[in-house]
């Protein structure tokens, strides 16, 4: 592997760690959207990037917390049901709306804004402890989608 591929591997890996690690910290009962986590991290146009990596999470990260800025469950097709990631939300007490949606004023969580800089570095440092595998699928995303912070590594 060249250099230059094992960075963005090892990258991927500590940003998807943290990634994981921020959606860990979000409440049972509330939601967050990939662009708030995207945005505290560090990327606040990474939103697709969020999305890629919570594809690739595993049952112990609670991914049905992670919705889009409209309060939509964009990523419910993940979940082998389209009604299983809103029956995992209403299961924590999250009403929706009418149309489907989730009201973020109600029920939404933003670490940049819910936790201190002081707990979200904790937080990402931990991260450090629990490595994340990134899929050779994801990595090449990493590596040539325009909407990755690392196109072109």
């Known amino acids: 592997m060249s250099d230059e591929a094992h960075s963005t591997q090892e990258q991927t890996s500590t940003l998807m760690a943290q990634t994981f690690a921020l959606v860990r910290a979000c409440p049972e009962g509330r939601v967050t959207t990939y662009g708030w986590i995207g945005k505290a991290l560090g990327y606040p146009r990474g939103a697709r990037m969020i999305g890629w990596f919570m594809n690739e999470a595993s049952g112990d990260v609670p991914a049905q917390r992670v919705i889009n800025s409209k309060g939509e469950l964009s990523g419910s097709w993940a979940f082998g049901s ?8 209403e299961g924590e007490g999250i009403l929706f709306t009418d149309d489907g949606r989730v009201d973020l004023k109600r029920y939404g969580w933003d670490p940049s804004r819910d ?9 990402t440092r931990d991260a450090a402890n629990s490595p994340a595998t990134p899929s050779t699928r994801l990595i090449g995303l990493m590596r040539a989608d325009v909407a990755s912070p690392f196109k072109g590594a």
Do not use: N
Not at 82 to 89: A, C, T
């Open 82 to 89: 389209p009604d299983r990631m809103r029956q995992l939300l």
């Open 115 to 123: 936790l201190s800089a002081e707990e979200r570095a904790q937080i």
